[in-house]
């Protein structure tokens, strides 16, 4: 009953405001930048999804900062930090959203009724529906970024945390909770009724997508030893598996479906190239079968955490290179990386960016004009950089040249 409480919260954040119906170059050159901003303040900020929109994009971060950028808001512990900038990244108009404690965003994505929907994890104990430790977040904001609803999940004794949600093509709402090590599973309609929820424990899944033959695809990882990824295609209902692939020594992140097969994304621990590496495979839709396999990355530890396809079915794959691990934090590397395969996963062109020190990106768009690239810096010497980590957003061209 506790799960169905959960989905309840999830869809009626939704209802109420949803009018629904091969090897590396050893080469790396400096990609030309259209613009790069560093926002923040003198304390933790950070840009964590991106959404175009108007004049501009939508960046979705959070902030414990209260000058530089922000010097007109306060934040109340760490808060969701709203921010729309223009084209050329200038903030046109930023907002706070949260409660008491520390909200973390994972991602955002856009509704049909022009409004959004932010969700990651918290500890304000003033969201409605906190339970205890760190809920599930979800927020939801009116298309002039009004906070319309938000809401904690969560089981009170455990780390819990949204890490994924899409609108569905027939208007419902798909989410992940995470609970500690397992997943939960959600299909429902806006009004709130569930209409199928499954559980599938010591698993992690990152991220949830609907394919073209009406079904849905969860990629993620074996939990607790998180060492195994793993990639399912199950029907809408969340009861029948089409198939499951399970590939050990790796981490799944991103997935997207091209010419009848699927390039999964992520990080492999087998050392190829020396340390992890960037990671792709790619299935056959139908059975899951691994088709081809493909390390990337140099000799330091390298992770895929994303993958675009362009419009002339390439691919675009960004993540983080030269870094230690999962380790985050100024006294640890990590570059931006970001790089172009052909269908064949041959590879274009590779470009890192960043400073000195640990650069994290977090989320990228692939635009008519070019690569929106967001996350956050360590690095004191980018220019403007505050303090404590700073927001680090990149406008790029999409050519690769020089």
Known sequence: MRRKRIFVVISALVISMLSLTGCISP???????TWQKVLGGNEFDTIESAIPVDDGFLLIGCSES????????????????IIKVDESGEIVTQTLAGG????????????????YIIFGTTDSIDIEGYQGNYDGLVIKLNENLNVEFKSALGDPYLYDQVTDMIQLNDGNIGAVLVSATDSYLYIGTPDGTILHS???PDTVFNKIVETTDNCLLLVGVKAPD????????????????SWEQEIENCFFFDIVEIDGKYVVAGTNFSGENGGWDGYVVTLDATNGVITSEKFFGNNSDDIIEHIKVTNDNSFIFAGRINCNGWQIGPDYPGDYWIFKTDERLNELWEKIYGGSKCDFLRDILVLDDGILAVGFTYSDDLPN??????GYVLKLKSDGNL
Request: net charge negative; charged share 25%.
């Open 27 to 33: 080469s790396v050159s400096q990609k030309v930048i």
């Open 66 to 81: 209260s000058d530089g950028d922000l010097s007109s808001l306060v934040p109340s512990s760490r808060d969701i930090w």
């Open 100 to 115: 008491s404690g520390k909200d973390t965003p994972y991602g955002a994505i856009s509704l049909n009724d022009g409004g």
């Open 198 to 200: 499954r559980i599938y």
């Open 226 to 241: 998180y060492n195994t990824g793993i990639v399912i295609k199950l029907d809408k209902n969340l009861e029948n598996e």
């Open 385 to 390: 950089y505050h303090g404590n980590g700073d």
